[in-house]
């Protein structure tokens, strides 16, 4: 029998998005071979008011519910036939509901702009609320296509919290046989820029070019098939992983990081890489 963790699980609300999150899910779980479980939440919060306790669900409702999850199950079908596919409709609140079912799956994938059940721009509360609270990798998945691009990207900074991000970047990597771009974003501070002050910015590269280096030595001696390419941009983190992303397909980021990431991936660093990347944005909490 197949362990709740050694499955994926993604959100489906018949959105566009959802269908590229779906897509997504159906290669990773291929990838894997492991199952994938799709699961579609009837946002009932707008029809109980007023309800009793254990009302039940509207057979309209159910029935919206039940074509989303059939739709996707064909798509995972015709994409993937060699996934074992599964499909659940759970009543609740969106975000409480797939934080339940991720559980300590290996991956919970979402799409970036729920319509139906998702209520609204999954960017706002519920894949915050996801990337903060649930304990596998969060994996948002942007607009209708899926990018062509092969390179998965990692942000790294000095602090060993990245570490969980990078790992997984690296599986990325090896299982879609991908370049791996190690990207350790820093800025100059504002008073190096006073004409009195010199700076050489080669050792300054040099010296954040270590901090890339000194993360690689963990898991570097353990994946020695794949290429690792280390980027180490004078730029702020959200710029420098956007920019990366243009030909990735896939950027990680880390859930509390510190250094030059400052707390990503639950502040200003998770928001702009989450609204910008062109690519979908794996959350790895630490």
Do not use: N
Request: some cysteine; aromatic content about 4%; hydrophobic content about 45%.
């Amino acid at each position: 029998m197949t362990k709740e963790e050694d499955m994926i699980i993604v959100g489906a609300d018949g959105s566009v998005a959802s269908r590229a999150a779906v897509e997504w899910a159906a290669g990773d779980a291929a990838r894997r071979r492991v199952p994938l479980r799709v699961v579609h939440v009837a946002d009932t919060s707008w029809y109980q008011v007023g309800k009793p306790p254990g009302a039940g669900l509207p057979d309209l409702l159910l029935r919206a519910g039940r074509q989303v999850l059939d739709e996707a199950e064909a798509l995972v079908r015709e994409r993937q036939p060699a996934v074992e596919v599964t499909t659940r409709q759970v009543a609740g609140r969106p975000a409480e509901v797939l934080a339940e079912q991720a559980g300590d799956a290996t991956a919970l994938v979402v799409g970036s702009r729920g319509l139906g059940g998702f209520a609204g721009a999954l960017l706002g509360s519920v894949s915050m609320h996801l990337a903060g609270h649930v304990h596998c990798p969060v994996v948002v998945v942007r607009g209708a296509h899926l990018p062509a691009g092969e390179e998965v990207v990692v942000g790294v900074d000095d602090s060993p919290e990245c570490e969980p991000a990078l790992a997984y970047a690296y599986e990325q990597a090896l299982l879609r046989g991908a370049t791996l771009r190690v990207v350790h974003a820093w800025q100059l501070p504002v008073h190096a820029y006073a004409p009195d002050i010199p700076y050489d910015l080669d050792d300054i590269r040099a010296l954040q070019l270590q901090v890339i280096r000194d993360r690689l030595k963990v898991f570097g001696p353990d994946h020695p098939q794949v290429s690792v390419v280390e980027d180490v941009p004078c730029a702020h983190p959200v710029d420098a992983l956007t920019a990366a992303s243009e030909g990735a397909g896939l950027l990680v980021v880390g859930s509390h990081g510190r250094g030059a990431l400052g707390s990503a991936l639950l502040g200003s660093v998770s928001r702009g890489v989450l609204h910008h990347a062109r690519c979908p944005v794996a959350v790895v909490r630490a």
